[in-house]
């Protein structure tokens, strides 16, 4: 936020406005979890009116959606079953989660989301009905395997413990080991839940 | 604590005495971190005699895992590493943590202390400290491999993210899948981390 080198007080919407919104509910359900975010919280953070926020998006959901970039383009984890070698599936995952959560902007998207996860039934409820019906079932039917749902499963179990181990609890040495040290070890892993 | 509406100095133990040392205890770890916090500082703390702590609580170690209500003993852990067939550490890993979670006691106490740490970076630290000492450096040295305290924190990666995945989140099938099953996918993928 670039809040302090601003006139404080209410403005009008200005040409980034619905990604300064953003950027502020990020660092409000970063800070406080989704429970206790509320629009008019969102506004005074981004220093607009609240009715412009709800120009914007219809609820706190939605902004938390959009906020939180939940919506995981499922043909971008298609391609990463499909698009190459089978006996590479668990190393492009691995490259593709890790490459995303590496970025400061991506560290703090999921930082976020797993506060939000852990605070709230609802969002943990939303999460798990978005996973479902965005990733594990899609993927599932193209993997053509036995208990195809359970693996991928089995294989979000290993990257949330990644997530929270290396980003949030901040455990050594996963926390600061060279992340391509840390995809040589995560790929056979995912690879044998996929297709072992 | 209650401390200043109490004469000062030391005192004999009163009805719950043991929970106002937990309570010292947990004020201590977060004030001076694991390293830092002795027997006698807790009992300075909760104005007892260090005897009346040694009483209720072996080491700092027992302390700390009840004043965390760490859901495994963590020296549990460390004989499920040393005490059977190397080869089948994983599975004794998996079944030791699972047998714990499964049990609704055990659960509660696990999803507790995982919201403490994500919502509390100081709780975080206090863990994070916690494990590296209890666990991970303990059990890096029995293991006899390179990459010890690595391997050892893989092996909490896998662990953690079951837990948040299959309690927490209860995204299925991995939510309500046998345990038995569970243990029977896991088990290897620990072994893996550890000897392979």
């Not at 206790?36 to 219809?58: G, K, M």
């Not at 984890?77 to 691995?94: H, L």
């Not at 693996?151 to 926390?175: C, I, N």
Request: no cysteine; charged share 25%.
């Amino acid at each position: 936020m670039t809040a302090s080198r601003r006139t404080p007080g209410r403005r009008p919407g200005g040409p980034d406005t619905r990604g300064e919104i953003l950027q502020a509910a990020r660092e409000s359900f970063a800070d406080k979890g989704f429970a206790a975010t509320s629009i008019r919280a969102v506004a005074r953070q981004a220093e607009v009116d609240a009715a412009l926020v709800h120009h914007y998006f219809d609820s706190k959901e939605e902004l938390f959606i959009e906020a939180m970039a939940i919506p995981v383009d499922p043909r971008l984890i298609a391609a990463n079953i499909v698009g190459g070698p089978r006996e590479e599936t668990g190393r492009r995952i691995a490259t593709a989660f890790l490459g995303v959560w590496e970025s400061p902007e991506g560290q703090q998207r999921m930082k976020a989301l797993f506060r939000s996860v852990v605070s709230s039934d609802e969002v943990a409820r939303m999460m798990r009905e978005g996973i479902t019906q965005m990733i594990v079932q899609p993927v599932s039917q193209m993997l053509d395997v036995p208990d195809a749902q359970l693996r991928v499963s089995l294989v979000a179990t290993q990257l949330v413990g990644v997530a929270v181990v290396r980003y949030l609890v901040g455990l050594e040495p996963v926390a600061s080991v060279d992340v391509g040290v840390l995809i040589d070890r995560l790929a056979p892993v995912l690879q044998q839940y996929l297709t072992g």
